[in-house]
């Protein structure tokens, strides 16, 4: 059965701290890792995976794929308290006409 | 970024009564839309999926008959939550793709709160 699996559930850090987000996968036929950001309301894009590796960048925020490991981490560098959301990640189906997504890891950065 | 764009970011409803919800992907024809619920503190439990022009593939323990989905154009879909009762009150999330392995993108999501 296919599944995305993250770790930790939640986690608390204080502002300033490195964390590392992880999600696991199996999916049939593996095609892209995509993660996300939610505060309030709807998810934001933040990073799609397709390439093992290979690291992606944004301001504090980079991730990268072990396609042999069938994960990826996400890692948030000097958090903020902005930076407090859930972290979800999610990878296609085969056909592309399904997203499984992980239970998310809800991040809280106290200042 | 593409925009996908939804309707009502909230709504009040009367118990018994049904309540539409309409997403629409803005700048990008969306052939497969996917439904969302969302408990707090939860992550997102997929509802359904739509493809363009075909019914909807609901999800084991989701209510086709309750949850009814529309995907008539490649850029609009709606979910219409007939006979609605306060269990009903949560909030959903829709997302659009235009494809396999590509990245999908979120409607701003809708509260529902049923009274």
């Known amino acids: 059965e296919d599944k995305v699996v993250q770790s930790p559930l939640s986690l608390v850090v204080h502002e300033g701290d490195t964390v590392t987000l992880n999600c696991s996968y199996e999916?049939?036929?593996?095609?892209?890792l995509l993660w996300y950001k939610q505060e309030k309301k709807a998810p934001t894009f933040l990073f799609m995976l397709t390439s093992s590796g290979i690291e992606k960048k944004s301001g504090r925020l980079s991730s990268i794929l072990d396609k042999k490991e069938l994960s990826s981490i996400l890692n948030i560098t000097a958090t903020q308290t902005g930076d407090s959301a859930i972290y979800l990640c999610?990878?296609?189906?085969?056909?592309?006409?399904?997203?499984?997504f992980g239970t998310g890891t809800s991040l809280t950065v106290i200042p | 970024g593409a925009v996908v764009s939804q309707h009502p970011s909230r709504v009040i409803c009367k118990s018994g009564t049904s309540v539409k919800i309409e997403c629409r992907s803005l700048?990008?024809?969306?052939?497969?839309m996917f439904w969302y619920r969302q408990f707090p503190k939860q992550s997102l439990m997929l509802m359904a999926t739509?493809?363009?022009?075909?019914?909807?593939?609901?999800e084991q323990g989701v209510e086709k008959d309750k949850f009814l989905i529309n995907h008539a154009s490649l850029t609009l879909s709606t979910l219409t939550v007939t006979s609605a009762h306060p269990e009903d009150s949560s909030f959903y999330i829709c997302s659009a793709g235009g494809g396999a392995g590509g990245t999908i993108y979120f409607g701003e999501g809708s509260w529902l709160t049923v009274v």
């Open positions: 999610a990878v296609p189906s085969n056909t592309g006409n399904q997203f499984y």
């Open positions: 739509s493809n363009e022009g075909s019914k909807a593939t609901y």
């Open positions: 700048d990008f024809q969306a052939t497969t």
């Open positions: 999916v049939t036929n593996f095609r892209s």
